[in-house]
Structure formats: structure tokens, C-alpha cells
């Protein structure tokens, strides 16, 4: 079986400042991780993946996650929020090939 | 443009009264699913597809059914829908290769939503 957890529910933060979001997953077998994006009114964009080749991935706009195996985590980051990031994160893990589980959601506030 | 296209984006009905929510992709994609978002719980799935004629049960199959006659449709029924089936669903299709672990490569692109609300 595979879970996701993605821990608060709603992050904010201040024009400038870096940007975290936790994943942790469960995993039986070596999995696929994914950070998707949504904005407001809008379908999931990938921001990133990863794949099993570099443990650090780079998004797009600006955003980075490592994968850390020995902490079964995926956490996203980027350096400095902008206004443009507000917008709803979701990270979800896939290992049995046909099925892509969800976390539950990081919605991002950005602070002028 | 390589889209995936949902219809309708907003429908608001009645206890029991059947409706469909059609999806629709040009990408040739083989692998198709349908899932739905609530608030806290993420996005979670209903169906999916790995090819024409092929469908199964995702997460949260009850009160849902499926069919995929053609390789670029994959039409969600609700044959009897419920108050708590009130959600927002999104289609979302993707390329799929042989071998199990190989879809875990590739990446969905998603509908823009579906807004149901049941009365």
C-alpha cells in the first residue's frame, strides 16, 4: 500500500521569504514522487518529479524538492515566495504503476 | 492544443437524478482516470482506465460508473447521485507504457474541473 501525508493543511508566508511544504510517503516498493499545483479556479499542474535519478529535482518557477529516502520525505521548497505562488500544493507518490495517491493538500498564502 | 476537456464545468441537481460528466482528451493518451477533491482530503480516485474496454475501481468506486469505448473518452455516470456526492471532480489522462512501473514515469495532465453540487 501507499500514502501520502502532507503535513498543515495551510501555509503562510511573506513575499521574500522561503517557501517549505512537507511530504512524507509510504511506500512497499522504490516509488515515483510527484508536486503538483493548482491555482485558483484551475486543474493540477506537475511542478516536479522524481524518478529515481538525481535526489534533488527542480521544478519549475523556482521550486525544488530533495528525496530523502532514510526519512521517507519529499519536501518542497523554493528560496523566495512570490505573490504568484499562492496557490494549492498537492504531493503524491505512485508505486504500484496504474495508481497515484494524493496528500491531502497545502493550501499557500503569500504575504505582501 | 493538448488539453484534456470537461463538460460540465458547473451542474447543480437533484437526488437521483442521472447525469454524466464527460471527458475528453487529444493527446492519444491510453491511461485515463477520474477523481475527486474535497476539502482536507485531497484528490482522490474513482475510476481509471489503462486502455479502451479497460476500466477499474480506484479509492471511492461506489455510486460511480465508467466506460471507455473509445480511446479519447472516458464519460464518469452518476446513475442515482447523492448529497455527498457533491464535489469537484477532475479528469486527468496520461501516457501509459507496458509494465507497471513505467506509468510511474510519466505525468498526468488534468481537466479544468467539474463543480457538482447535489441537492
Known amino acids: 500500500a501507499q500514502s501520502v501525508t502532507q503535513l498543515g493543511s495551510h501555509v503562510s508566508v511573506s513575499e521574500g521569504a522561503l517557501v517549505l511544504l512537507r511530504c512524507n510517503y509510504s511506500?512497499?516498493?522504490?516509488?515515483?514522487l510527484f508536486w503538483y499545483v493548482q491555482y485558483p479556479n484551475q486543474g493540477l499542474q506537475l511542478l516536479l518529479k522524481?524518478?529515481?535519478?538525481?535526489?534533488l529535482v527542480k521544478g519549475i518557477n523556482g521550486f525544488e524538492a530533495e528525496f530523502k529516502k532514510s526519512e521517507t520525505s519529499f519536501h518542497l521548497t523554493k528560496p523566495s515566495a512570490h505573490m504568484s505562488d499562492a496557490a494549492e500544493y498537492f504531493c503524491?507518490?505512485?508505486?504500484?504503476?496504474?495508481?497515484?495517491?494524493f496528500g491531502g493538500g497545502t493550501r499557500v498564502l503569500v504575504k505582501p | 492544443e493538448a488539453q484534456v476537456t470537461q463538460n460540465p464545468r458547473y451542474l447543480i441537481t437533484v437526488t437521483g437524478k442521472k447525469l454524466t460528466v464527460t471527458c475528453s482528451q487529444n493527446?492519444?493518451?491510453?491511461?485515463m482516470s477520474w477523481y475527486r477533491q474535497d476539502p482536507g482530503l485531497g484528490l482522490r480516485q474513482i475510476y481509471y482506465?489503462?486502455?479502451?474496454?479497460?476500466?477499474d475501481k480506484g479509492d471511492v468506486p461506489e455510486g460511480y460508473k465508467v466506460s471507455r469505448k473509445e480511446k479519447r473518452n472516458f464519460p464518469l455516470i452518476l446513475e442515482s447521485p447523492s448529497p455527498n456526492q457533491t464535489s469537484l471532480y477532475f479528469c486527468?489522462?496520461?501516457?501509459?507504457?507496458?509494465?507497471?512501473?513505467?506509468?510511474?514515469?510519466?505525468?498526468?495532465?488534468f481537466g479544468a474541473g467539474s463543480r457538482l453540487t447535489v441537492l
Open positions: 486527468a489522462s496520461s501516457l501509459s507504457l507496458a509494465g507497471g512501473l513505467s506509468f510511474g514515469a510519466n505525468v498526468l495532465t
Open positions: 511506500s512497499s516498493v522504490p516509488p515515483y
Open positions: 522524481y524518478t529515481s535519478a538525481a535526489t
Open positions: 503524491a507518490v505512485t508505486a504500484a504503476g496504474n495508481k497515484l495517491t
Open positions: 493527446m492519444n493518451h491510453e491511461y
Open positions: 482506465s489503462m486502455n479502451v474496454e479497460v476500466t
